[in-house]
């Protein structure tokens, strides 16, 4: 059963109709919370759960590498929902592959995508937060942002992007009550992983000190962390949610 | 809206923004004043909000294209925004 927590949010999460996406927008409603999300295709599981929560949850076409169209969602939600109070920035693309030889429109469609279309969502959103001068923005870097991992400088360099925009947005925003944090998550359990090979597989698990992979729930626990009063002083920071394998 | 009116919904907007930012009201601000922080009191981040706060009042941004940069007073935002308004109508 869903628990309504003491303030019911209305959250905005970019990219949430799968992955970990789609778990952090089950987790933000689970939690009572007033989800509202984007992505270029509605799928299946979304669609599902959408009809199972009709009244908490919400679905719109949009693409971040159109920013002609985040506008216009984000005044959608809005009429529905009321005013954004936290917005997730969760929607990227990988492309991986050894930069010396990776096709220029991939790289540029990375960089468009996670971080330009990204800081383009958070202007728009953020425009009307500080006019009511409170607001609460996270972002989901990765480990990628933090340590060399190869085959993914572009995707890496959004990453670390992105954490360099969650601090200075963290002070150009904190005048106004808008906090911005991020959250970098390491190896998760999901789909991607179940393309790892068991060997790749152990060996990472080898060098995490909790000795395991993340779960979604590791990472959904952070954000509601992060959502919430409890992180009320807390700013302009990168969490990262690895089982220690960067430490 | 005539350019006087356009003047007050600005100037208004203006002391709306150093009232909330400074929590003091009845800032002096004219026509003439200037921009700089020292003159008028408003950081970046307030101009920014003035900025945020017109487009809702009034339906438009200039800054989406036009430059900050070269803008000395009040007057000049004025100026600005009318030939915003006058382009969109």
């Known amino acids: ?247 | 809206m005539t350019r006087a009116e356009l003047e007050q919904r600005i100037i208004a907007a203006i002391k709306s923004t150093i009232a909330e930012s400074t929590g003091k009201a009845g800032a002096a601000v004219t026509i003439d004043s200037k921009l700089d922080r020292g003159s008028i009191g408003l950081d970046s981040l307030g101009w920014a909000t003035v900025i945020v706060r017109l487009e809702a009042e009034l339906g438009a941004d200039p800054f989406r294209t036009e430059s900050t940069r070269g803008l000395q007073t009040v007057s000049d935002i004025v100026d600005l925004y009318q030939k915003t308004l006058e382009t969109q109508s």
């Open chain 1, 1 to 247: 059963m869903t628990s309504i927590p003491d303030k019911s949010s209305v959250v905005l999460v970019s990219g949430g109709s799968r992955g970990l996406g789609l778990e952090i927008v089950r987790a933000l409603v689970d939690a009572g919370h007033r989800v509202a999300t984007f992505s270029r295709q509605l799928t299946a599981e979304l669609d599902e759960f959408i009809g199972q929560h009709s009244d908490l949850v919400s679905f719109r076409v949009g693409d971040l590498a159109d920013p002609d169209s985040l506008e216009g969602v984000v005044r959608d939600i809005e009429v529905q929902f009321g005013p954004i109070d936290v917005l997730i920035n969760n929607a990227a693309v990988a492309r991986d592959g050894i930069l010396s030889v990776m096709r220029p429109q991939d790289i540029e469609e990375v960089i468009r995508i996670n971080l330009t279309g990204t800081l383009l969502l958070t202007r728009s959103v953020t425009r009307k937060m500080m006019l009511r001068r409170r607001g609460n923005v996270i972002n989901i870097s990765s480990i990628v942002g933090i340590r060399g991992y190869r085959g993914l400088a572009s995707y890496s360099a959004t990453k670390a992007g992105l954490d360099a925009a969650t601090r200075a947005l963290a002070r150009e925003l904190g005048e106004v009550n808008i906090r911005v944090n991020s959250v970098a998550p390491g190896y998760l359990e999901t789909n991607m992983s179940e393309s790892l090979d068991p060997e790749h597989r152990q060996q990472i698990v080898r060098r995490t000190p909790l000795g395991r992979l993340g779960t979604p729930g590791d990472i959904t626990g952070a954000i509601l962390f992060l959502m919430s009063d409890q992180a009320a002083f807390i700013t302009g920071q990168s969490l990262v949610i690895d089982g220690g394998i960067t430490c």
